[in-house]
């Protein structure tokens, strides 16, 4: 019997396994759509006043040097450290760090410099640097060890012109906490955590797997390359013996 000829085709075990497939891949479908709604709401959400408020940790980020300040380009220089500026954060004063020497661990201040901006931030609308700004770059080639290729950065030639400013980091607003959001939020990301569906959602969303050996690459050994300085060569690199 020819169940073509049939009102309702008669579907063959392979067709109704594809189908059930094929359903549950949208069902994860609609349900990565969902969890980035709701990430985009509960990002946009507002922050609030706190009635108290307190500090936690200090932070660091630079200034114009007093002479500086009081010249006919200050309004200049401040214009361009608010694109270039940096900010760390730290729970001491100190901006000291753990550093090992000679088999015992001593304390180091912790280093911070402008901002170095890429090709892309170079050319971006972003920044919107001006002729004149950019005239105070440097373009410097330097070999980045975690990608192992040479890349340009573009350094603020007088530094000189800043110092670096320790305030304390005082907490005044909060993100506003919607409960019914964070609680749908954390269903489907334990949902597809326990179920272990983070590949099949990035497969059936990015059209690839996901393979973390594409992103995460075996790193130099940091003892070869601690006393090469930043902007070098190269062939400096490729000299040694990974």
């Known amino acids: 019997m020819d169940t073509y000829e049939l009102p309702c085709r008669i579907r063959s075990a392979r067709h109704?396994?594809?189908?059930?497939?094929?359903?549950?891949?949208?069902?994860?479908?609609?349900?990565?759509?969902?969890?980035?709604?709701?990430?985009?709401?509960?990002?946009?959400?507002?922050?609030?006043?706190?009635?108290?408020?307190?500090?936690?940790?200090?932070?660091?980020?630079?200034?114009?040097?007093?002479?500086?300040?009081?010249?006919?380009?200050?309004?200049?220089?401040t214009a361009l450290l608010a694109k270039i500026n940096t900010v760390e954060y730290h729970h001491?004063?100190?901006?000291?760090?753990?550093?090992?020497?000679?088999?015992?661990?001593?304390?180091?201040?912790?280093?911070?410099?402008?901002?170095?901006?890429?090709?892309?931030?170079?050319?971006?609308?972003?920044?919107?640097?001006?002729?004149?700004?950019?005239?105070?770059?440097?373009?410097?080639?330097?070999?980045?060890?975690?990608?192992?290729?040479?890349?340009?950065?573009?350094?603020?030639?007088?530094?000189?012109?800043?110092?670096?400013?320790?305030?304390?980091?005082m907490v005044t607003h909060k993100k506003l906490l919607d409960t019914d959001l964070v609680r749908e939020l954390d269903l489907i990301d334990n949902h597809i955590k326990r179920n272990n569906l983070d590949g099949r959602i990035h497969l059936l969303t990015n059209g690839r797997k996901y393979n973390f050996w594409r992103y995460y690459r075996a790193l130099a050994k940091y003892s070869m390359v601690k006393k090469i300085p930043k902007y070098r060569s190269k062939e400096a690199y490729l000299e040694l013996d990974f």
């Open 16 to 77: 109704k396994q594809r189908l059930v497939k094929t359903d549950r891949d949208k069902q994860l479908i609609r349900l990565s759509k969902r969890r980035s709604e709701l990430w985009i709401q509960r990002r946009a959400l507002p922050m609030v006043p706190l009635e108290k408020p307190y500090q936690r940790g200090w932070k660091r980020y630079f200034i114009l040097r007093a002479d500086i300040a009081f010249s006919v380009r200050a309004e200049f220089y």
């Open 92 to 169: 001491d004063k100190t901006f000291k760090r753990k550093k090992r020497r000679k088999g015992r661990y001593g304390y180091e201040i912790k280093k911070q410099s402008l901002r170095e901006l890429t090709p892309y931030l170079w050319e971006s609308s972003n920044l919107d640097l001006t002729e004149q700004e950019k005239a105070c770059f440097s373009q410097v080639e330097m070999y980045n060890v975690k990608t192992r290729q040479q890349e340009i950065r573009y350094v603020f030639t007088e530094p000189w012109r800043y110092r670096l400013k320790i305030a304390p980091n």
